[in-house]
């Protein structure tokens, strides 16, 4: 590798979540020191995933079929859909194992300031959904940002005497993001969810 392709691997890391340039350079660093057990199984990995991975035409989630396994399977229950931001929120609701209902992946919230309506997200689709699904309950998932509370008053006004609302309760901190909470606090505020 030359130094610039190695420059730009450096600088395509650091743009990761999380990850800045000092941490970017020494993850790469330790790929190129354990390349053959690390470094080309992970391009190897990354390749299948880049051709392979696809959103759900259903819910939004992330998998590698047009439709989601969670959207497929008869297991889960009917007539209730849990509403989260993005996929890391979802994959947290599914980490903590309190839910056996399907998805409803927004892909963002509502800002103002940023431009971003109800139709730059799937607040449409979610309408849909819930007349076609036949949904009795709406769970209202969302962050706990001002953002966050903003579409999910919006959603509850779409959705006002359709069905029965209800949001995660005790456990969520104000301004918290349900990615980085812990598995028994998500599954206390959604056991202890309220009617909104």
Same mark, same amino acid.
């Given at each position: 590798m030359s130094s610039s392709e190695i420059d730009s691997l450096i600088d395509l890391m650091a743009k990761l979540p999380g990850l800045g340039p000092r941490s970017a350079r020494r993850a790469v660093l330790h790929l190129i020191r354990k390349r053959a057990l690390l470094l080309t199984p992970l391009s190897d990995a990354m390749l299948q995933v880049a051709a392979t991975a696809r959103e759900c035409l259903n819910c939004g989630n992330v998998g590698t079929s047009d439709i989601c396994d969670i959207c497929a399977s008869e297991k889960? !229950? &009917?007539g209730v859909l849990c509403v989260v931001e993005d996929v890391a929120? @979802?994959?947290a609701m599914e980490r903590a194992q309190v839910f056996d209902g399907r998805y409803h992946v927004l892909g963002g &919230?509502? *800002? !103002?300031?940023?431009g971003v309506g109800p139709e730059? @997200? *799937?607040i449409p689709r979610l309408m849909d959904r819930v007349v076609s699904? %036949? +949904?009795s309950e709406v769970i209202l998932a969302l962050n706990a940002t001002v953002d %966050?509370? &903003?579409t999910a008053?919006? +959603?509850a006004d779409q959705l006002e005497e359709q069905v029965r609302l209800t949001s995660l309760a005790q456990g969520v901190p104000v301004g918290g993001e349900l990615d980085y909470l812990d598995e028994g606090t998500i599954s206390a505020a959604l056991t202890a969810r309220? &009617? @909104?």
């Open positions: 889960r !229950a &009917t929120d @979802l994959w &919230t509502l *800002s !103002a300031l940023e730059e @997200l *799937s699904e %036949g +949904i %966050g509370q &903003t008053h919006y +959603i309220k &009617t @909104l």
